[in-house]
């Protein structure tokens, strides 16, 4: 998953614990992350710094952390 460029989480009814975020650190080369319609809370995305295009729309969220250096466009409404 090293190399991968964009991820599609949307509608599983993720909640997205330490450990499961641990495991996307790896990601250096994500540009798109779509995590919509989930039951995320938190998210730590700082590690991802490529990333250009995140969706998170319709979770829980509370709080969201981002390295911001790429980023084009984020998508966090109904939260």
């Given at each position: 998953?090293e ?14 614990n ?31 710094i ?30």
């Amino acid at each position: 998953l090293e190399y991968c460029r964009q991820i599609d989480f949307r509608m599983n009814s993720l909640k997205l614990n330490d450990n499961e975020q641990l495991l996307m650190n790896n990601l250096f080369h994500l540009t798109h992350l779509d995590l919509s319609n989930n039951q995320i809370v938190s998210l730590d995305l700082r590690s991802l710094i490529a990333l250009q295009h995140i969706r998170c729309s319709r979770n829980q969220m509370e709080q969201l952390t981002l390295a911001g250096h790429s980023l084009r466009r984020i998508h966090v409404s109904h939260n």
